[in-house]
């Protein structure tokens, strides 16, 4: 993929030891940095095919640097890219040449627990299983749990409003977060929430929420903590074809049920990850579910017996039931490396990240295999059953030319496929860089303009996050191609960034 | 007299739009007209929505249902309880409030309102079950956002912005909200004569539990007179606190809540399945206010702010139920007592809360503002939103607030 980023400003980076020396007011100058060695860190994040060096990296220590520094870039007209812990997996903290990457690693601490309200304020630099860290010693936890949760950061987790495996029952980030403080490009220290169960006006919180660090940069974060169940359980079950997964995933979904989490893996992946985990899978099988129950002892032994009825009903040929939490763990362990497991077994991978209607998985993963036959590049697939999120990890090999380029076709092959099955392009990793050229697929022109339209309030000069999420100078033509009418662009006037 | 427009298309409601843009004419949407809530605003047309109704799609196994805007709420409950489904933010039937009998109004106009119900605290509000909108904004153009997942962040989440905005970004078209399955077993712990502290204990110390509360209300001795269920004690203060699930988990943690709180056993009753699910709909429905001639107002307040809030009003008389855990009160004042709708409004403010207007006779609904914001910079960037879908300003102008 040519990734076309916003044109860079000579003028500013011919200014460059000038900015440097101004921005050493706004902060402690050990937080500027500007030598190639220091900034080579920041280059990318986790979507590590992509890499760009910023004219500078800054670390405020609190709001008011952080307002001070994005003022100052505003009259400037300096880019900025704002850049949690760096786990993102779409780009959104990829740096622009002429930027200033604005690093939130030194808000790292939580400011005050809240039992009593049942939150937690922290600065945002904090990582997500810091805050259930914190509470844990009073059985309360903090929900959303991606993957990544012992390293992302929770401004990070608000900027992409991430999920994990828990959201069915337990909702995303936005649906767990109470209030932020939050600065605009021009340097205005805002609130929106707070501790008070909600808010009135528009939904600015939820607005900002997974906006991937366009509209504003997170100072400050309350969130919602939540008292541990009772009772967990998980099953483990083997189906001999992957559809009977997926009608087993649909039948406990109408019986009624809300497991806490539903994750199906398909062979290739069961065979990556039991032999780096040894997390005990069965082999002989196409496809494994593990479901996870919980509630009160009793409540959960219910559901256990449903699930299991509902599971052989519909063929299961392995049902394993946890005895105790170092199983039910266990059970999550292979699941939990994925990502590392197909590592090892190829030089490279890219992960996805569609989300679709469960019923149609088997149509999907079958459209998945199809098209790994066509780019002769190995597919493993994991999927979120419980909300239809998808992650298919293409195996490619980078030191192969033109590799590189094969897996992202394939990627995006996905990804339309998964809009065209009544999905959509993204359900947690955000669309950063990575699906930005894609987003056609999804939406018009009017749509896409609104959004920019909304981008616009916020940040007037377009110099938050530019070259993020929305495509640049393109309009969306016929058949969801994108090509450049320069002729023909009825918005003409305004900024595409 | 408001020319009333009736389009049966989106393209139709996309045209009319389209022109009043163009001829900078204002226009007050109104769905099925039910809820005369918000700043009164004159307009000289009016864009009413209630031909666009039907439900697009139903997928049980998927969670979602899509409806045309103006699809009567009633009818979509209906549907979903076919299904042993449910919305389960329990969304309030205000036809009660407003004009003493029940009218759930339409989903577009539960939408813009983003009213949730007594299960607000624990399944989150409106906003969090609404998975993608189609709607026309102030130019006449059709945007779209979200879809039919859950989990989904391709593009900003226009949605939540839109719930709660009462049709002053877009004219909604299409909705697709998210469904859940209904609880197999609702049961109500009653904790008669005890006082608002008291139960504000209660709340938080059951919340402090595994036990899983979903609902969780105070009515105090003198807003009682509406109860008619058979075995209820109206002649004290009543505190419920609903659990809700599968039958042997309800059964299980009920006993647990009475172990918890076994200094109030004499005092203390259960109400099984039926009588429960009557008394939370009589509470989210606000029957306790039915049809009344005062005003309506919500506040909503950390939980921990609410004792001292109405314990600064002791000598009003106010008529109020505290919900949500302690997190929302509403009150009923006399109409004409702005002084004391201005006290209520600074009390609430002072105590990191906001108060909402939620019925009042068209003369307070002049008077007063319907919301509370007080913070420049947040009107400022709501204006800046507002521009971004309605640049001339069409759409229900000033519904929520001056000039916006």
Known sequence: ?497 | MSEIYSPSSENDVSNFIRESHEQDTPIEIIGQNTRPIGRLIQCSKTLQLKNLNGIIEYFPEELYIKVKAATSLGLVEAELDKRDQELAFEPADLGFLYNGKSNKGSVGGAVSCNLSGSRRFKSGALRDHILGFQGVNGKGEIVKSGGTVVKNVTGYDVSKLIAGSYGTLVALTEIVLKVQPKNEESQTLLINNINLKKALNIFSKAMQTSVEISGACFYPEKSLNFFKLNDLDISTSITALRIEGPKISVVERVNTLKKLFDEYKKTMSVLENYQSRIFWKNTTDLEFFNNTESVVIKIILPSVNTGQFINQFENEELRYVVDWAGNLTWIAIPQNDSVLLRQLRKAALALNGHMTIIKAPNHVRIREDFLTTVDDNIKVLSLKIKESFDPKKILNPGKMYSGI
């Not at chain 1, 997500?128 to 929900?143: M, P, R």
């Not at chain 1, 009772?231 to 039948?251: N, P, R």
């Not at chain 1, 999420?469 to 969306?476: D, F, G, I």
């Open chain 1, 1 to 497: 993929m040519t990734l076309v980023m916003p044109k860079v400003d000579q003028l500013i980076l011919d200014d460059k030891e000038k900015i440097v020396r101004d921005l050493k007011k706004f902060t402690n100058p050990i937080n500027i940095i500007s030598d190639l060695e220091g900034i080579t860190p920041y280059e990318t994040d986790a979507l590590s095919a992509y890499k760009q060096k910023p004219m500078a990296v800054v670390l405020p220590e609190n709001t008011s640097e952080v307002s001070n520094i994005l003022k100052y870039c505003n009259e400037k007209n300096i880019k900025v890219v704002p850049r949690g812990a760096g786990t993102g997996l779409s780009g959104g903290a990829l740096p622009l040449a002429d930027c200033v990457l604005l690093g939130l690693g030194k808000f790292n601490k939580i400011l005050e627990i809240d039992f009593e309200n049942r939150c937690v304020v922290t600065q945002p630099g904090v990582t997500n299983l810091a805050l259930t860290k914190a509470v844990e010693h009073k059985d309360f936890y903090y929900a959303p749990d991606p993957s990544s949760q012992i390293a992302c950061s929770i401004g990070g987790n608000i900027a992409e409003n991430s999920g994990g495996v828990h959201s069915l029952k337990y909702g995303t980030t936005t649906n767990n977060v109470l209030g932020v403080e939050f600065v605009l490009m021009d340097g205005t220290i805002m609130r929106f929430g707070g501790k008070k169960i909600e808010s009135e006006g528009y939904d600015l919180l939820g607005l900002i929420t997974g906006s991937e660090g366009l509209l504003g940069v997170v100072t400050e974060v309350t969130v919602k903590i939540l008292k541990k169940p009772q009772s967990i359980k998980a099953l483990l079950l083997g189906f001999q074809k992957i559809e009977e997964s997926g009608q087993c995933v649909s039948d406990i979904i109408s019986g009624g049920i809300i497991p806490a989490g539903m994750e199906v893996m398909d062979k290739p992946l069961i065979k990556a990850t039991d032999d780096y985990s040894k997390a005990g899978y069965p082999r002989d099988v196409d496809a494994i579910l593990i479901v996870e129950l919980d509630g009160t002892e009793s409540e959960v032994n219910v559901l256990i017996k449903k699930v299991e009825e509902i599971a052989k009903k519909n063929k299961a040929t392995y049902l394993r039931i946890s005895k105790n939490d170092d199983e039910r763990l266990r059970f999550w362990s292979g699941r939990k490396v994925a990502f590392p497991a197909v590592g090892s077994i190829s030089p490279d991978y890219l992960c996805m990240d569609g989300t679709i209607p469960r019923k149609k998985l088997p149509e999907v993963l079958k459209e998945i295999t199809r098209l790994s036959n066509k780019y002769g590049l190995r597919v493993a697939n994991c999927f979120h059953a419980g909300d239809g999120n998808l992650h298919p990890l293409i195996m490619f090999d980078s030191n192969i030319r033109s590799e590189l380029k094969k897996a992202e076709q394939f990627g995006a092959d996905i990804l339309k496929y998964c809009v065209k099955s009544g999905g959509v392009l993204t359900g947690e990793h955000g669309v950063g860089i990575e699906k930005r050229d894609l987003m056609c697929e999804m939406f018009n022109d009017e749509d896409i303009q609104q959004q920019l339209n909304i981008k616009e309030a916020f940040d007037k000069n377009s110099l938050l996050n530019p070259g993020k999420v929305y495509p640049l100078l393109h309009r969306c033509a016929e058949g969801g191609k994108m090509h450049v009418h320069k002729d023909n662009n009825k918005f003409k006037d305004i900024p595409r960034f």
